[in-house]
């Protein structure tokens, strides 16, 4: 097993995989949250 946090389907770090600033990431975040919501409410 690897030691750490890492992504389950590549088994590659979390830190590595993202390059993006942090506007993006949190705008994904919110688009993500805001898919599931939308999903399980409608």
Same mark, same amino acid.
């Given at each position: 097993?690897? %030691?750490? +946090?890492? !992504?389950?389907?590549?088994?590659?770090? =979390? !830190?590595? %995989?993202?390059?993006?600033?942090? #506007? +993006? !990431? #949190? %705008?994904? =975040? !919110?688009?993500?949250?805001? =898919?599931?919501?939308?999903? =399980?409410?409608?």
């Amino acid at each position: 097993m690897m %030691a750490g +946090k890492t !992504r389950m389907c590549t088994m590659t770090p =979390l !830190r590595s %995989a993202s390059n993006d600033p942090a #506007e +993006k !990431r #949190e %705008a994904a =975040l !919110r688009m993500g949250v805001n =898919l599931a919501v939308y999903a =399980l409410t409608h």
